[in-house]
């Protein structure tokens, strides 16, 4: 059974940093785009970053830019998303998804990590 955990979400402070793992079983990612998205309170679920297979090609939503960085170890099956100066608008469910299908749309999600930035 293939399986995405997502784990390193917390309460934190506005300015303050979190580090979200991704670890995946049940089969290797190795040759997938692995990817980050977030559900805020009462909105639908947003794209905010994602890595290509070997980790040299990543692409991030605006807001996060400068801020956030995803990176990938192949080796360990696991993803990472390091965030740091978190704003209050950060606080979402994060989610960690694998895997494009043809038509671009991610295909294993996980099942989310809560971040909550305090003002």
């Known amino acids: 059974q293939v399986q995405l955990v997502e784990s390193g979400g917390g309460l934190v402070q506005a300015g303050g940093s979190l580090r979200l793992s991704c670890a995946a079983s049940?089969?290797?990612?190795?040759?997938?785009?692995m990817g980050w998205f977030r559900r805020p309170p009462g909105k639908a679920r947003l794209f905010v970053a994602e890595?290509?297979?070997?980790?040299?090609?990543?692409s991030y939503t605006n807001s996060v830019k400068g801020r956030f960085t995803i990176s990938r170890d192949n080796a360990k099956n696991t993803m990472v998303l390091q965030m740091n100066s978190l704003k209050p608008e950060d606080t979402a469910v994060y989610f960690c998804?694998?895997?494009?299908?043809?038509?671009?749309?991610?295909?294993?999600w996980g099942q989310g990590t809560q971040v909550t930035v305090s003002s």
């Open positions: 998804a694998a895997q494009k299908n043809g038509v671009g749309e991610y295909v294993y």
């Open positions: 049940g089969r290797t990612f190795s040759r997938d785009t």
């Open positions: 890595v290509n297979w070997s980790g040299d090609f990543t």
